[in-house]
């Protein structure tokens, strides 16, 4: 895993898929469940990745193959999955103090 993480490319697009997935939760107003989701079930979030892979002929049909993918990867290292749940935070943070200032 460590060899991919490496890759310049597969960072940019490691932060490219957190992105999009933090922004689609804290637009929805999710952050509070999925950050509970996340940090309970943080020792199987290998086997959701895992899961995302063997799933992917069914939704590939919905979802591009690639973003599927690089969401397995972001699931598969605790790293990534450290950054998803900050980058939810900080959305969730930043979308109420826009709310707040006059």
């Known amino acids: 895993m460590k060899a991919r993480e490496a890759d310049p490319r597969e960072a940019e697009l490691r932060d490219r898929v957190i992105e999009r997935v933090a922004r689609i939760i804290a637009e929805r107003r999710l952050e509070t469940p999925a950050v509970l989701l996340l940090e309970s079930n943080r020792p199987l ?58």
């Open 45 to 102: 979030t290998f086997l959701a990745g895992q899961g995302l892979l063997l799933a992917l002929p069914l939704l590939g049909s919905f979802i591009p193959p690639a973003d599927l993918e690089a969401m397995s990867r972001v699931l598969d290292s605790e790293d990534s999955l450290e950054l998803l749940i900050r980058r939810i935070e900080d959305l969730a943070r930043e979308r109420d103090e826009t709310r707040k200032a006059p």
